[in-house]
């Protein structure tokens, strides 16, 4: 065999394992069509962290509105995009390094699975003992009239100029932290959603306080509303005494004449916009649309149809070793269909356990309570234990832990900080939802106290670093502890 493993596709659910399989003496090779380190380093969470970071400053500097703010904190968009394209540029070729200094070998191109221990880039072929799929997720796009003129997130993260006005299709991850940028930049957007919530992972309560927010700042929300199509419209300048915009469909006739005959064209300037008609009668124009309605495997052409593996949206079916039904061939990351959260995090997570396990030294894997993040303005988050489910139950307890109110002197001005803390009878947290400018930080705090499984009275002898939105948290714990 030419390799002992390969991995189709070149991102953290790749690379992290691979380089301690190379460690351990295997010949490993990564295959990647696009850019190495793939969705997350090259079109994903880094350009959208870089791209939010103003846009969160500019949201905090709101706070002190009238008691100490003076002038405006505006964000130049056009620049901060040159900054993002040049940080952007170095992550393939730092990782091009990195694995280099790793020793791992590398093809760019299609990698095409022909037999079970064959792989095809190109006009080379290569042989291997296992081989592992992680080529991640792409963006559902709907199949209706006029799906050629939608945007994906990559597209928007990499758009010269912020749109006037941007039509979104979906309430999840993406369309909500999206919004929150439209809406901190002064433009205005309408989201389109298919069912009756927003982020239905999170905690609704605090779901709705983003949205009341977004609201506030010209953007709609339409919820229970099913595409039926998108059209484009030209709009034609005319220079006319009033240098009126008038419609292209309203100022000619299909044999373009005139309808008006005292307008006169000296030249023609045309701009785009596009039409969204829904299901239920409902129409909305913008210049700019965005297709955030989820994503789905990115298994097509892959070669999965020559040794028989199946797979659905959500990925390849595998068991508590990541293996699909072929015994040598893997799935990680975003593309194995494990129910847990699709994350980089989860995949790094299981990255380094396939590791482990290709080289005999693992057991079933297992998970820690997983964080999520919704990068909105202000954040949420969710972690453990969610409080609908302690909610309906006697076994858990659902205590409001209003931080922010208490403290707002400590957080930069932010009364509206809070978290919903579940703990079971033994008074052990077992769960958090999180409202806050710095949720993540937050939550990061509330999983390690879970993972670790630290209890409320080991929370209260401890030292924390004073003013932080940590320690204002854990110290308004003690109210559970001791039951004031």
Not at 392 to 414: A, M, Q, W
Request: aromatic share 10%; charged share 25%.
């Amino acid at each position: 065999m030419d390799y002992d493993v390969i991995y189709i596709g070149s991102g953290n659910a790749a690379w992290q394992g691979g380089r301690f399989l190379r460690k351990a003496g295997l010949k490993i090779l990564i295959i990647e069509e696009s850019l190495y380190g793939g969705t997350c380093a090259n079109r994903g969470c880094n350009s959208k962290a870089l791209l939010d970071a103003p846009y969160e400053i500019k949201a905090l500097a709101d706070n002190f509105e009238g008691v100490g703010k003076s002038g405006n904190f505006e964000v130049n968009w056009p620049d901060l995009m040159k900054l993002k394209r040049k940080r952007i540029a170095g992550m393939a070729p730092f990782l091009d390094a990195k694995f280099e200094e790793y020793d791992l070998d590398v093809a760019h191109g299609k990698g095409v699975i022909l037999d079970e221990h064959t792989v095809q880039v190109g006009d080379e072929t290569f042989t291997t003992n296992k081989i592992v799929i992680s080529t991640g997720l792409k963006p559902i796009i709907p199949d209706i009239p006029g799906k050629e003129y939608l945007h994906d997130s990559t597209d928007f993260l990499d758009i010269d100029e912020l749109p006037k006005h941007t039509i979104i299709i979906g309430a999840g991850f993406v369309a909500m932290e999206f919004a929150s940028i439209i809406a901190e930049a002064g433009y205005e957007a309408d989201l389109i959603i298919r069912g009756d919530m927003a982020l239905k992972y999170f905690h609704q309560p605090y779901v709705q306080n983003i949205i009341e927010i977004l609201k506030e700042k010209n953007i709609r929300f339409h919820f229970n509303e099913r595409l039926k199509e998108i059209i484009k419209d030209e709009s034609i300048i005319i220079n006319n005494p009033e240098d009126k915009i008038l419609n292209l469909k309203k100022a000619l006739n299909t044999d373009d004449k005139l309808r008006d005959p005292d307008a006169k064209i000296d030249n023609k300037a045309y701009e785009n916009t596009f039409t969204i008609n829904c299901e239920s009668g409902l129409s909305i124009t913008g210049d700019y649309i965005i297709a955030a309605m989820g994503r789905e495997a990115n298994l097509e052409d892959i070669g999965l149809e020559n040794i028989g593996l199946n797979y659905t949206k959500s990925g390849i079916k595998v068991n508590n070793h990541l293996q699909s039904e072929i015994p040598n061939i893997y799935a990680c990351g975003d593309v194995a269909d494990t129910g847990i959260a699709k994350l980089v995090t989860v995949a790094i997570h299981q990255s380094k356990y396939l590791a482990k396990e290709l080289l005999g030294q693992a057991d079933e894997i297992t998970y820690p309570v997983v964080p999520a993040v919704a990068y909105t303005i202000p954040r949420i988050a969710t972690v453990g234990i969610p409080a609908y489910i302690a909610e309906k139950s006697d076994e858990y307890e659902v205590h409001r832990i209003r931080y922010g109110k208490s403290y707002s002197l400590e957080l930069k001005n932010d009364r509206t900080a809070e978290a919903k803390v579940i703990v079971d009878k033994d008074l052990n947290i077992l769960g958090a939802e999180i409202y806050a400018a710095d949720a993540e930080n937050v939550a990061n705090m509330f999983t390690f106290i879970i993972n670790q499984k630290i209890s409320l009275e080991e929370l209260d002898y401890m030292i924390y670093a004073f003013p932080s939105s940590s320690s204002v948290c854990l110290y308004k714990l003690h109210n559970i502890h001791y039951k004031f």
